[in-house]
């Protein structure tokens, strides 16, 4: 999924409880739909689909003219996400929050709102994060934190897809209309759950305020995922429209005018840039001539 509009900024929020041992839990994000736009995923505690795996979030990334999802998965290390500050424990890099030892999950209560007297696998651990709310990577105004090469050979090796609660859960929130920005203004009122799906209740946590003040996007949904392909992204059309200008100035040039850089090579199939033709027989010099020939002048060619 591309979209050609950057996602709002992260709401500010609370963790609801831990509803029971061996949950873990998952930061809310803001995913897209092309009949509302951007719409926020509440915050929630999951069940992982085995013992010893860790939640890495999805991020948004600018790249190629637009701003493309990576979806979260399930593995045995948490991995890139953006360098995105989701809280409670992502702090743009790695997973504060808790780690497992011997087939329990060890929670940091410093980030993580566990009862401890129902939970005795805890822990206090000071966690320093920055105090951002942007919710993308790259681009004007985004994260500009790049993958470590751990990170990036950890991208390349086999991860587990969200189990069928959180799939559930993105559902269900696509068909709130309460949770499209362009009704909460970057503000939702169900910002986090305590279970998958349950949008009401004692569990479900409402943003205190939105991350940074909400703008209106220009363009409308549609128009944002019709525009969000490189081929017709503002940065793509005016590159292409210097191609083209490129071109009509060089074939405007004499013979022997200096060839341009993006010019197409000389043994491209078009008739003016085809060699031109040399003459049958060439006289040979004289044998006594040790005089070498000129070298013809090599050129070198040139987020």
């Known amino acids: 999924m591309s979209v050609a509009i950057a996602p709002p900024a992260l709401p500010i929020y609370t963790q609801p409880i831990c509803p029971s041992e061996g949950y873990l839990w998952t930061p809310g994000y803001w995913s897209y739909a092309d009949d509302g736009g951007y719409f926020w995923v509440p915050g929630t505690w999951v069940e992982p689909p085995a013992v010893g795996l860790l939640w890495t979030p999805g991020y948004w990334g600018w790249g190629s ?3 493309a999802w990576n979806a979260g998965y399930w593995g045995p290390q948490v991995g890139f996400y953006g360098g995105i500050n989701y809280g409670f424990g992502y702090i743009g890099t790695g997973y504060a929050g808790g780690y497992w030892n011997g087939g329990n999950f060890f ?4 980030v993580n ?13 000071t966690v320093i994060a920055n105090g951002s709310h942007v919710g993308f990577n790259g681009g004007r105004g985004g994260i500009t934190t790049r993958p470590t090469a751990e990170q990036e050979r950890f991208a390349h090796e086999h991860h587990t897809a969200p189990v069928a609660a959180q799939t559930e859960h993105e559902h269900a929130a696509s068909q709130n209309k309460a949770l499209f920005a362009s009704n909460n203004h970057g503000a939702p009122a169900v910002a986090a759950t305590a279970r998958p799906g349950e949008f009401s209740g004692h569990g479900v946590v409402a943003a205190k305020a939105a991350g940074a003040p909400y703008h209106a996007p220009a363009m409308s949904p549609k128009e944002a995922r019709a525009a969000s392909p490189a081929e017709s992204s503002p940065a793509a059309s005016r590159a292409n429209e210097s191609r083209a200008n490129e071109s009509k100035l060089n074939e405007s040039k004499p013979n022997n005018a200096p060839r341009a850089e993006n010019a197409r090579p000389q ?9 031109k ?27």
């Open 107 to 110: 929670y940091n209560s410093r």
């Open 113 to 125: 709102n566990v009862n401890v007297t129902v939970i005795h696998n805890v822990y206090q651990k």
């Open 267 to 275: 043994n491209e199939s078009h008739p003016e840039n085809a060699p």
């Open 277 to 303: 033709a040399k003459p049958a027989k060439e006289p040979k010099p004289p044998k006594n001539n040790n005089k070498k020939p000129p070298e013809e002048e090599k050129h070198d060619k040139g987020r």
């Open 65 to 67: 003219g637009a701003y």
